[in-house]
């Protein structure tokens, strides 16, 4: 088959290096343009520069535009491709291949739509996450499901863990659903509009650690933005800190939400909510990074006591 790619950053990158492993043709890849604050991007990886390396006509731009939308109708694909492409396309555009378009999303559909489904599923307690190649239509990762992988949620899994793992399963994926449209037995699953979860984009204020969250909560949410995504972090004594290692307490702790109280296996406890009742886990904090960029054991960096604080 005839295929034209539309992917930026990492998971892009992976998707066109599975696609180039098989025996179809790439006849165009279509990326964002890079920059000085593309190459200092989280998980930024060149698929323009894979491209041309391995022949593939490369168009880079911005968004689709008219210019784009002729480029593609002249190669006349059979299917178009896409990960980690992040502005919107005119059905003029995902419905021109006979096969349509394919959209990859590292979640399992109809849960975690939106932005950075991996994280937010680490977060919100999920058991399990995985990826999902969906027709594109005009919603926001709505279209009909035609291959799903999943893969278990550890209890010490990181966010970079589960994001390298959720990445091994695109060639699987992508050679499945290709052969799929190739051979004519695709089976297209609606999506239950009823189960539908949606993520906004994270941002800075999404990492600022909220006291009110039981410590269970907490200790996922630390381990959800591990490197190189922005840390999960609080101020101490007016000093931005940043959380990198934390777990739930064994035993239960009262006093006040984000007191540092006591020491515990090498870390040290801090209150979580309702404590004034006793019946709670702390967080224990065994590692964090200073505001020059020092790591330090917990039982050493609060051995003052104190709180922690939502703001300086």
């Known amino acids: 088959m005839r295929i034209v790619f539309f992917g930026f950053q990492t998971w892009g990158y992976k998707t066109l290096q599975a696609l180039l492993n098989l025996d179809h043709e790439v006849v165009l890849a279509v990326t964002h343009p890079t920059s000085e604050e593309v190459y200092k991007a989280i998980w930024s990886a ?18 689709v535009d008219a210019e784009t939308i002729d480029l593609i109708k002249r190669v006349e694909p059979d299917v178009i491709v896409v990960n980690s492409w992040y502005h ?26 939106g932005f950075s489904p991996v994280l937010w599923g680490l977060i919100s307690g999920e058991s399990e996450f995985g990826l999902t190649v969906h027709r594109m239509d005009d919603g926001l990762d709505t279209g009909d499901i035609l291959v799903q992988h999943s893969l278990p949620v550890g209890p010490a899994d990181t966010g970079t863990e589960l994001v390298l793992r959720g990445m091994d399963l ?8 290709l052969h799929a449209l190739e051979s004519g037995t695709a089976v297209w699953r609606p999506q239950n509009k009823a189960e539908r979860s949606y993520f906004h984009k994270r941002s800075e204020r999404d990492s600022l650690v909220d006291w009110n969250w039981p410590a269970e909560d907490l200790a996922r949410f630390v381990r959800a933005l591990s490197d190189p995504y922005p840390r999960a972090f609080a101020f101490y004594r007016g000093e931005r800190i940043e959380i990198l290692e934390a777990r739930a307490s064994d035993a239960c702790y009262g006093g006040t939400p984000g007191r540092v109280i006591v020491q515990e296996e090498g870390g040290a406890v801090v209150c979580g909510p309702n404590a004034i009742r006793g019946r709670n886990r702390g967080l224990v904090i065994s590692r964090v990074r200073c505001a020059d960029g020092v790591e330090c054991s917990g039982e050493k960096f609060f051995r003052r006591g104190g709180y922690l604080d939502s703001q300086a």
């Not at 695109?170 to 659903?177: D, F, K």
């Open 46 to 63: 060149p698929v323009e520069e894979l491209a041309r390396d391995n022949g593939i006509p490369v168009h880079v731009t911005e968004r």
């Open 88 to 113: 919107r396309m005119p059905a003029e555009l995902y419905e021109l291949p006979p096969h349509g378009t394919l959209n990859f999303h590292d979640s399992l559909l109809p849960k975690f739509t």
């Open 170 to 177: 695109i060639p699987g994926a992508l050679a499945e659903a």
